[in-house]
């Protein structure tokens, strides 16, 4: 019988970056897949294909430009697209795989053989611009899969939550005067790569479905949880999304190497509970992740699992984990955003 939760995973994914120095290797998943396949682990989820994306589906998000100027690394033993951005001779393969492979869970999510699942995919995308490859990222997967929804099943309203360290600014690029997508991300701020102040809330028929939380670093599994709690639940609650999307970087996690945050196992169970609610409420349980950041192959691997746990629903959760985070404190930034939002989120 189905678990209903699906996860899509390829070896050419590890073929990125293989045999080249970089902190976005593919060592990252080469951990998360042996954690797959270990003990209670092994059989619990539907491993989907992917298959690639193609040149038109890429224009959606990128221009035609951009899209030859990644083909044309293909075969190619290394060319550095930017001082962080590098290519592999099969970088592009598994780029249009990783976009592909969103749009695969999209597909098993909309013709019912699933109600949700992750994208265990590489190159990450929520930094790849219109025009740019930038930050580890060649193509966005997350704004791919956005379109890719409206375009295939005709969604009307998708909710984009980015939980990564980073501030997503493509994927805010991308959706900045479009009412049909609510973008919110907490990311650590000021920090790579500039974007995503508090003000930043869309433009045009856009203003006010950017949802910015930047944070000092610090912040920990509670932080995180009010904030989702009181900000994202209500704001998504009335947009009332058909479809949830998550760009989950795991480089809030405590510990990891790039970043400043102190997010568990347990934090990123709980946020993903409160999302699959919302999912539930409003989006017939429709809702895909897929892998950005995380750099400590360890909380990686661990975090990955705790997030598919709650999506299969064996929570590692116990009830006094979640009496905690809603005991927990409310950080200052709250106030500031809910002020910030306020004119376009009555109900906040």
Not at 220 to 249: H, N, T, Y
Request: overall charge negative.
């Amino acid at each position: 019988m189905s678990s209903g939760t699906g996860v899509v995973r390829h070896d050419l994914y590890k073929q990125h970056l293989a045999d080249f120095p970089h902190v976005e290797s593919p060592q990252r998943l080469q951990a998360i897949y042996d954690m797959l396949d270990r003990g209670d682990m092994a059989g619990k989820f539907v491993t989907i294909s992917p298959r690639p994306a193609t040149r038109d589906e890429l224009a959606w998000v990128h221009s035609r430009s951009h899209i030859k100027r990644v083909a044309d690394t293909d075969g190619k033993v290394h060319v550095a697209l930017d001082s962080d951005t590098q290519t592999t001779p099969l970088s592009y393969e598994a780029a249009k795989l990783a976009a592909g492979g969103l749009f695969s869970l999209v597909d098993k999510i909309f013709d019912g053989t699933l109600k949700n699942g992750f994208a265990l995919v590489r190159p990450p995308g929520h930094h790849a611009e219109r025009d740019r490859a930038m930050g580890f990222c060649l193509f966005n997967n997350v704004a791919l899969a956005a379109r890719y929804a409206m375009n295939t099943y005709g969604v009307k309203k998708i909710l984009i939550v980015d939980w990564d360290l980073h501030h997503g600014n493509a994927t805010q690029h991308t959706f900045d005067t479009d009412p049909a997508v609510l973008y919110f991300s907490t990311h650590q701020y000021p920090y790579y790569p500039g974007s995503g102040g508090l003000r930043e809330v869309g433009h045009g028929d856009g203003m006010g479905f950017t949802v910015n939380v930047p944070l000092w670093p610090g912040h920990g599994d509670a932080a995180f949880f009010q904030i989702f709690k009181r900000i994202l639940c209500p704001i998504a609650s009335a947009f009332q999304p058909e479809f949830i999307l998550v760009s989950a970087g795991f480089d809030t996690y405590a510990g990891d190497p790039l970043g400043g945050m102190e997010v568990t196992p347990q934090g990123y169970a709980a946020l993903t509970r409160l999302i699959m609610d919302l999912a539930r409420e409003h989006a017939s349980e429709r809702l895909a992740m897929t892998l950005e950041g995380g750099y400590h192959l360890r909380g990686l691997s661990e975090s990955v699992m705790a997030v598919l746990k709650e999506l299969v629903g064996d929570s590692i959760l116990t009830a006094s984990n979640i009496q905690a985070l809603e005991k927990g404190a409310t950080p200052p930034i709250v106030e500031e955003v809910i002020q910030v939002q306020r004119p376009y989120w009555p109900s906040l």
